[in-house]
């Protein structure tokens, strides 16, 4: 539920009223008046006339104009406006706002003075004659400062008259609380869902109910704590207790849990165990005395405390299966794992027969986020593990190894769970952005990332230009394929059919154009260095005084594309002219000759095997 919906429309009219000029001084308003613009707040003629304004006088009075008319007008829409002004990219802008809303939220905002009920003048004798004394004070205009403090402040002689005369008018305040009176806002229906809280010199709104799952539940300066980081982010790192260096209202949260207004998250033992293990350790000397006993308590106290600490983050690593949390918890506590291995940004892993490549930079838990890719589909870690069909009752943590590892041997140092509360695009993705996933994120050929286009076949994305043949955008339509998958599905229909190479070389290229984009896709993807892809005279001085006739992978698509080859062993003989031409120039250039066998032998194995030569 919104906060604001707790208010009644006269109090934000109100609190509108009184903020009108706090927040037409506000510096750099243009995106303030956008954001109202935005939400049909302002008028259009009005807003382009503040906008472009460059006196700041000015615009702080146009702005107070916009809120002036915005309360005469439209005082129906107050509560549009402070939604609107408390998005969290407004109120990182204008800490005014953030102020304004945090006076809202903690009900100080009950201070705004009201005007006090008219009242009725005494029947006193001398009460008409001070009501003409009165007027005639206010019907001169020139009086010295002091003689209008004598009015003002009534003598020792006038004691005997200032009960037959009107009170002076005072400040009167909304507040229902009394003076020096502390009231416990956290009873309050207001912040039923929220409270305000401080650590340090940090200010934050705790969510009550995310506190209860565990998890971030802290919002501050428009970034989401868990209490720990939030008392990390306040500087009361050393304290390690949220629970006391974290108050409302100078209360500690400690206090609030255990008189039932906040709910913390179940806790495990597993610590308190193990720290008992150790004392109990002790000589028995030690542990019959009376001080020992003491500081045994103490210490199991402290150790329950980091026990509760160290939950609160791990909640953020473990789904809430138990079997899972103690197969952690053995983790933890047993051998040191070897992670000098895991560092590659990417990691081979397996799950019975079925294999794959996990990216660290996808991987959000085993349900959220797509992080493990195959050849034909990209993955969560649980969904990776159901492709193993012989697992009746699987864990993704336990049963997926990298390097013989589980990858609950990698948590959390190498892989990091995101919190069930977390809103990162992996685990609070949009429609388009879950579409996103079912994709790699850079280009298969290049490895680059940038303006992609997806095969809605495999997982593949590709950059217009590094494509073949080269994209465009007019000739996708709405579902597109790759020329991997368009080879893949016509294969199909002629898999059974065998060829000799010369059958092969004698075929017309026109009838295996996408034969032939392949093969040169399979180059370009191999040539990671771009050695054979662009002329070489255009790279190397004199090459063409030793080459009569060079040859490289974008000729050779020109050509092919140009309709250049009439039969595939034109096409191959272009290709094999590339290598040798490489083998005569780079005699003395051990590793270069090596890139270029390389590539022949992956090109002549990919051509055998896609016209199925025997």
Not at 258 to 276: A, D, I, T
Not at 358 to 373: C, D, E, H, Q
Not at 564 to 578: A, C, M, P
Request: negative net charge.
């Amino acid at each position: 539920m919104d906060p604001l919906d707790f208010f009644t429309n006269e109090e934000l009219i109100r609190f509108f009223h009184y903020k009108k000029t706090e927040m037409s001084c506000m510096e750099q308003p243009n995106t303030f008046l956008n954001q109202l613009r935005d939400y049909d707040l302002v008028p259009e003629k009005l807003y382009k006339k503040v906008i472009r304004m460059r006196c700041k006088e000015k615009k702080k009075d146009g702005v107070y104009e916009i809120l002036d008319r915005l309360e005469k007008e439209r005082s129906d829409e107050v509560k549009v406006f402070w939604r609107c002004v408390f998005h969290d990219h407004i109120l990182q802008k204008y800490p005014v706002l953030s102020v304004l809303r945090n006076s809202l939220m903690d009900g100080s905002y009950k201070s705004c003075v009201k005007r006090p009920d008219s009242e009725e003048l005494t029947d006193s004798p001398q009460s008409e004659e001070n009501t003409a004394k009165r007027q005639r004070q206010r019907s001169k205009r020139k009086k010295s400062v002091d003689e209008a403090e004598d009015d003002e402040q009534p003598g020792p002689s006038s004691s005997s008259s200032s009960s037959q005369q009107k009170s002076p008018k005072k400040l009167k305040f909304s507040s229902p609380v009394k003076r020096g009176e502390k009231v416990n806002i956290w009873t309050f229906a207001l912040f039923k869902t929220q409270l305000p809280v401080t650590c340090g010199d940090k200010e934050a709104t705790l969510y009550r109910d995310k506190l209860a799952k565990g998890g971030a539940c802290l919002l501050s300066q428009g970034r989401w704590f868990t209490p720990s980081d939030f008392e990390q982010f306040a500087g009361k790192g050393s304290y390690k207790n949220w629970k006391l260096s974290i108050r409302c209202q100078n209360t500690p949260l400690q206090n609030l849990i255990k008189e039932g207004h906040l709910n913390c998250p179940r806790m495990k033992r597993k610590y308190v165990q193990k720290s008992q293990k150790q004392l109990f350790t002790q000589s028995s000397s030690e542990s019959s005395s009376p001080t020992s006993s003491e500081e045994m308590e103490e210490s199991v106290g402290q150790e329950e405390l980091r026990g509760e600490q160290d939950e609160e983050e791990e909640q953020e690593e473990e789904e809430d299966d138990d079997e899972e949390e103690e197969e952690g918890g053995e983790t933890e506590e047993g051998e040191a794992v070897d992670l000098s291995e895991f560092q590659a940004p990417s990691l081979p892993v397996s799950c019975g027969s079925v294999s794959g490549v996990l990216f660290k930079s996808r991987f959000a838990s085993g349900t959220r986020g797509k992080s493990i890719r195959t050849e034909e589909c990209w993955f969560t870690p649980e969904e990776f593990m159901k492709q193993e069909l012989t697992l009746t009752d699987g864990c993704w943590k336990r049963d997926i190894k990298c390097h013989g590892k589980t990858l609950s041997d990698l948590l959390p140092k190498i892989l990091k769970v995101h919190s069930l509360l977390c809103k990162c695009d992996l685990c609070g993705p949009t429609e388009q952005e879950l579409l996103d996933q079912d994709n790699d994120d850079e280009c298969f050929i290049c490895n680059s990332d940038g303006h992609l286009v997806c095969c809605d076949e495999c997982p593949r994305a590709f950059h217009d230009k590094c494509h073949i043949p080269t994209l465009h955008a007019k000739e996708l339509g709405n579902k597109w394929m790759c020329t991997y998958c368009v080879l893949k599905n016509s294969q199909c229909w002629w898999r059974h059919r065998t060829m000799t190479e010369e059958q092969a070389l004698n075929s017309p290229v026109s009838q295996y154009i996408v034969h032939c984009d392949y093969l040169l896709l399979c180059m370009y993807k191999e040539d990671t260095q771009r050695v054979f892809s662009k002329d070489p005279s255009t790279m190397v001085r004199r090459y063409r005084e030793f080459i009569a006739e060079p040859m490289w992978l974008d000729r050779v698509k020109d050509k092919l594309h140009s309709q250049k080859y009439e039969t595939l062993r034109h096409f191959v003989s272009d290709i094999s002219l590339i290598f040798q031409n490489c083998n005569t120039f780079n005699r003395d250039n051990h590793l270069i000759i090596t890139m270029g066998s390389t590539l022949n032998q992956m090109f002549e194995q990919e051509f055998k095997t896609i016209f199925n030569i025997q």
